[in-house]
T-cell receptor
């Protein structure tokens, strides 16, 4: 069974630029999560999808972050414009029932 | 708001020791608790998931227990090995969003 795929693995951008991350969950997993993990901290949930509907986005900074999950499969997370404090690892996870499975993450550096 | 605390923040032990990692949470109304390991520069790997109706789960040298009423979970690692060196995170999920602790950084030296 293929795991959760994410791309790119690394991205370096300047502040005020835009960036997008892509996630392909495990086949058949209805729930998809995007997390932000700042160095030394645990992951913080940004948005949770159930199929292509949003379950929770209460911690998503909606003035600069957006996410979509078309057709209930792949998902993209976008930041526009980026700030220095957005430097973090962005993790995507999916689940069929309760257990979450994580992708390798995208390390974003904003200079 | 759910808060998750992991103690200790860091741990260094010699190979072969049995060790216990702790996770506490403030709101006992959880659906499940999941333990993960994270290797440097990588994503999270699921170790054990305990549903709210369960008391413990075991996988190989790992045993996780859950006491909902006291808001605590422990991860027991038997006969630790250098390959166990990683950061261990716990996460709880309930009527609120999934919430993670900051993790325990474990080093097992030969």
């Amino acid at each position: 069974e293929a795991g959760v795929a994410q791309s790119p693995r690394y991205k370096i951008i300047e502040k005020r630029q835009s960036v997008a991350f892509w996630c392909n969950p495990i086949s058949g997993h209805a729930t998809l999560y995007w997390y932000q993990q700042i160095l030394g901290q645990g992951p913080k949930l940004l948005i949770q999808f159930q199929n292509n509907g949003v379950v929770d986005d209460s911690q998503l900074p909606k003035d600069r972050f957006s996410a979509e999950r078309l057709k209930g499969v792949d998902s993209t997370l976008k930041i526009q414009p980026a700030k220095l404090e957005d430097s973090a690892v962005y993790l995507c996870a999916s689940s069929l029932a309760e257990e979450q499975y994580f992708g390798p993450g995208t390390r974003l550096t904003v200079t | 708001k759910q808060e998750v605390t992991q103690i200790p923040a860091a741990l260094s032990v010699p190979e072969g020791e049995n060790l216990v990692l702790n996770c506490s949470f403030t709101d006992s109304a959880i659906y499940n608790l999941q333990w993960f390991r994270q290797d440097p520069g990588k994503g999270l790997t699921s170790l054990l998931l305990i549903q709210s109706s369960q008391r413990e789960q075991t996988s190989g040298r790992l045993n996780a227990s859950l006491d909902k009423s006291s808001g605590r979970s422990t991860l027991y690692i038997a006969a630790s090995q250098p390959g166990d060196s990683a950061t261990y995170l716990c996460a709880v999920e309930g009527s609120y969003i999934p919430t993670f602790g900051r993790g325990t950084s474990l080093i097992v030296h030969p």
